[in-house]
């Protein structure tokens, strides 16, 4: 038990040296690896992720919760011990992140703060969404429900994906729509920046179809 205990201690240091140097390699404000590791709640979250599902594993729910609600309290972050997160994960800034119980991250992801990976409603089983590897979630993206998004998948700021993405595609807008696919445009009028308002489209729709039925109206009457 204590031989598994500190191979997993080990294992723990091992990945946390890793995230470090990919977070000095992605993140252009990182100064030093000692700054890292005092101050980027985004690593203290995965690291007290990584305790909490060792824990979790081994069906000792209560104190994995415990450590995840702890890790909530420091950070901002709130990781699932449950959740199954892969190598080189990097929560960026990461304040009102969300990660669900049955969600699942591929190596190499990059979130971005206020991020939901969450459910639509209380059903039961696989409920969360699946991330592949080298995915970037933006600013407030929400995805909602247990479906895949494919590899190399960047997602806007702000989107709420709510149904399947391809490999090597972006998407943006609420709902999300895929706007390249390999780096080809799908949809010029939609892009992170420039989303057209349905709502302000939808009420000049009727009121064109307004003035036209008056226009109608008023032939009626002068024939009559």
């Given at each position: 038990m204590f031989n598994i205990f500190f191979r997993k201690v080990r294992q723990l240091f091992k990945q946390l040296k890793e995230d470090i140097a990919l977070i000095k390699e992605r993140d252009p404000a990182a100064r030093s690896s000692f700054e890292i590791w ?187």
């Amino acid at each position: 038990m204590f031989n598994i205990f500190f191979r997993k201690v080990r294992q723990l240091f091992k990945q946390l040296k890793e995230d470090i140097a990919l977070i000095k390699e992605r993140d252009p404000a990182a100064r030093s690896s000692f700054e890292i590791w005092l101050t980027y709640s985004g690593l203290h979250a995965v690291h007290s992720y990584r305790r909490a599902h060792w824990f979790y594993e081994k069906k000792m729910f209560t104190i994995a919760r415990i450590i995840s609600q702890v890790s909530r309290f420091w950070t901002g972050i709130e990781i699932h011990p449950g959740a199954k997160i892969g190598k080189g994960l990097f929560i960026d800034h990461g304040m009102g992140v969300v990660i669900g119980e049955t969600a699942e991250i591929g190596d190499n992801c990059l979130i971005y703060q206020g991020v939901t990976l969450g459910g639509t409603g209380k059903e039961k089983g696989k409920r969360h969404p699946t991330l592949g590897d080298n995915v970037m979630v933006g600013a407030g993206a929400k995805v909602l429900g247990p479906f895949k998004i494919g590899n190399n998948v960047k997602i806007a700021a702000g989107a709420v994906v709510l149904e399947e993405i391809p490999d090597n595609c972006t998407a943006a807008g609420v709902p999300a729509r895929i706007v390249r696919n390999n780096g080809a445009k799908v949809c010029k009028e939609l892009d992170q920046i420039h989303i057209p308002d349905p709502v302000a489209q939808e009420m000049c729709s009727m009121e064109l179809k307004i003035e036209r039925l008056k226009k109608e109206l008023e032939e009626m009457k002068k024939n009559v």
